[in-house]
């Protein structure tokens, strides 16, 4: 199984980024995606997730609003929509994925992707 994550970059505060992760090896289908954040000095927080096929989503307070999680079942692919950075967004991003469904803690996530740097400036 890989998860392949793209997209990350510097940005400016209010400005935007897509996230991609693209996964192969496992009936993507199949699973719940999860997107995570890690910032330094803290532990690897859950951001976003979507059901298998995309029916329901789940998102963290912080960025409600703002991010949006999406999949292309047909392209192995899951996406991370962010809007209206903040400085406080700045993390590596993780895509990871799960059998189970509308997991958020990242202890039921079996599949990491080897993350991308966000970083928002002020």
């Known amino acids: 199984v890989q998860l392949q994550a793209s997209g990350g970059g510097s940005v400016q505060a209010g400005g935007s980024l897509r996230l991609s992760c693209a996964a192969s090896g496992l009936t993507f289908s199949g699973y719940n995606m999860g997107w995570f954040r890690q910032a330094p000095g803290k532990d690897r927080e859950f951001v976003a997730g979507?059901?298998?096929?995309?029916?329901?989503?789940d998102y963290k307070d912080f960025v409600k609003g703002r991010f949006t999680i999406s999949r292309d079942n047909t392209k192995n692919t899951v996406f991370l929509h962010m809007n209206n950075l903040k400085p406080e967004d700045t993390a590596v991003y993780y895509c990871a994925g799960t059998t189970l469904y509308r997991a958020q803690s990242s202890l039921q996530y079996a599949y990491w992707g080897q993350g991308t740097q966000v970083t928002v400036s002020s």
């Open positions: 979507i059901t298998p096929e995309g029916h329901y989503t």
